[in-house]
């Protein structure tokens, strides 16, 4: 089983910037597509970006399209998030996420089978 770690969030001013960090340990991540997935107080969680287990394939949220960068370094076991121009919207738990089947990508949170605890990020305006 794998175990996902989430670090890197904390609070920042509006227009800064953060690196989320999501390290695996126990199993490998390389065969899988990774995702970033967040949750406002008071909303569902809901998608920001994912990357293929090949990095080939990137997909954003429109909300933080343009803004927000995913990546991989399967060397390190350990997929980051590059949040710039943040946004009080922004302000949510974001969790790091494995994909339950490898070579397999998906945008849906169902898809994914091992989620990290979680990071706070905290965008004051």
């Known amino acids: 089983q794998v175990q996902l770690v989430e670090s890197g969030g904390g609070l920042v001013q509006a227009g800064g910037s953060l690196r989320l960090s999501c390290a695996a340990s126990?199993?490998?991540?390389?065969?899988?597509?990774m995702g970033w997935f967040r949750r406002a107080p008071g909303k569902e969680r809901e998608f920001v970006a994912a990357i293929s287990w090949s990095g080939s394939r990137i997909y954003y949220a429109d909300s933080v399209k343009g803004r927000f960068i995913i990546s991989r370094d399967d060397a390190k076991n350990t997929v980051y998030l590059q949040m710039n121009s943040l946004k009080p919207e922004d302000t949510a738990v974001y969790y790091c996420?494995?994909?339950?089947?490898?070579?397999?990508?998906?945008?849906?949170?169902?898809?994914?089978?091992?989620w990290g605890q979680g990071t706070q990020v905290t965008v004051s305006s």
């Open positions: 126990g199993r490998t991540t390389s065969n899988y597509n």
């Open positions: 996420a494995r994909g339950a089947s490898a070579w397999q990508m998906s945008l849906r949170a169902a898809d994914f089978g091992s």
